[in-house]
């Protein structure tokens, strides 16, 4: 399960635009692919060395490099300088705990995602940060080094000219990032949403101690959705109605879908919330009924042997002068009357519906 806060204070008294990674290593080695594209050819390779991503800085094709691992900062500081970052930038990339967010540079765009995962046993939510960087005529995207991402089905796009991608520039390639990562939140709420409705239903029917952890766990789940999607609703927004040369009219179209499928799965998550918050109120209902129905069997018990128990204190005093006593019939009698006693007293709980 992912941490709600990631650990900052080894940056404290540091000045700022300081390189220090901030969160967990999550691959041994930095992995950088580079993509370069146009409508006429498509290249694809694996950088050993990061001195061969600065040969693709002034080709007119579109080039996209992907950095999966940002535990050595020393490569993230020379992509920077080749490229011409803001020191803050760089910081912004290496710290792990971003919110979405947007900025504008001018030259380049840097925006802040967050991708998520299902994790290894299914249930709950692995979250990664990657950051964008949008040129005029390429993107540079830096992930933290989970294996496998939602880009697979783009790089095939690329790979085998599919589409109008390889047709189109810088800025179309980032509105694909865009959607793959956003398109990749459905899976995760169809996924919560069934376990939502499967708990619903346990709940209903047998509210148990195990029922309100995973209430809990849900709950926790979604509020890292929600960290997650809120704040891309802002970073959409401002990529379709900013005024930024480098995001040009046709594709802010596009944009535009993507920011109706964020505003989708912000009211799914809101729903989402809503239901899991009322499950706490339907478990405490479902105790307390079940606490009530428990009592009320136990009062109808108590109930009908308290005049059995009268009657067999009374008979048990063994006083000289009490005829029963001496009666052939009186043991019997006594059983048959407090037997009869039982007997009425049920039928009468049961027409008042107390039983």
């Known amino acids: 399960m992912a941490r709600l806060t990631h650990r900052r204070s080894k940056k404290a008294g540091l000045p700022p635009g300081s390189l220090v990674h ?18 006429e050819g498509v290249q694809e390779k694996q950088i050993t060395v990061i ?47 971003q919110r979405p967010k947007l900025e504008d540079y001018t030259e380049y765009l840097y925006i802040v995602l967050k991708m998520l995962y299902p994790d290894a046993a299914g249930r709950g939510i692995v979250i990664e940060q990657i950051s964008l960087v949008v040129g005029d005529n390429f993107i ?36 694909s990032l865009i959607d793959a990562v956003v398109d990749s939140y459905f ?6 949403g069934e376990e939502i409705e499967d708990t619903e239903d346990r709940l209903v029917s047998d509210p148990v101690a195990e029922t309100l952890q995973t209430i809990h766990f849900l709950k ?11 704040p891309l609703r802002e970073v959409v927004s401002g990529l379709e109605r900013g005024e930024s040369p480098l995001m040009r009219d046709t594709t802010r179209i596009y944009m535009r879908d993507v920011y109706d499928h964020t505003i989708q799965i912000i009211e799914t998550v809101e729903t989402f919330r809503d239901m899991v918050s009322g499950m706490i109120d339907i ?49 019997p009698a006594l059983w048959g009357v407090m037997i009869a006693i039982g007997i009425t007293m049920l039928i009468y709980f049961r027409r008042r519906k107390w039983l």
């Open 22 to 39: 901030i969160g967990e290593k999550k691959r041994d080695e930095v992995r950088i692919t580079v993509i370069d594209y146009d409508p």
């Open 187 to 192: 899976g995760i709420l169809e996924r919560l």
């Open 283 to 331: 478990y405490l209902s479902g105790v307390s009924n079940r606490m009530n129905a428990i009592m009320k069997v136990l009062t109808i018990i108590a109930t009908i042997f308290m005049p059995l128990t009268f009657l067999a204190g009374v008979y048990g005093m063994n006083f000289k002068h009490m005829p029963e006593l001496d009666w052939q019939w009186g043991y």
């Open 140 to 175: 540079i995207s830096f992930q933290e080094g989970i294996e496998g991402d939602v880009f697979g089905p783009l790089r095939e796009r690329i790979s085998h000219d599919k589409g109008r991608i390889r047709k189109m520039g810088a800025d179309y390639l980032a509105y």
């Open 51 to 97: 001195d061969e991503c600065f040969l693709f800085r002034e080709k007119p094709s579109v080039t996209w490099i992907n950095v999966d691992g940002l535990h050595q900062p020393e490569i993230i500081q020379k992509l920077g300088d080749c490229y011409g970052f803001h020191p803050l930038v760089l910081e912004d990339i290496l710290n792990t705990g």
């Open 220 to 230: 926790r789940e979604l509020i890292f959705l929600r960290k997650a999607v809120w």
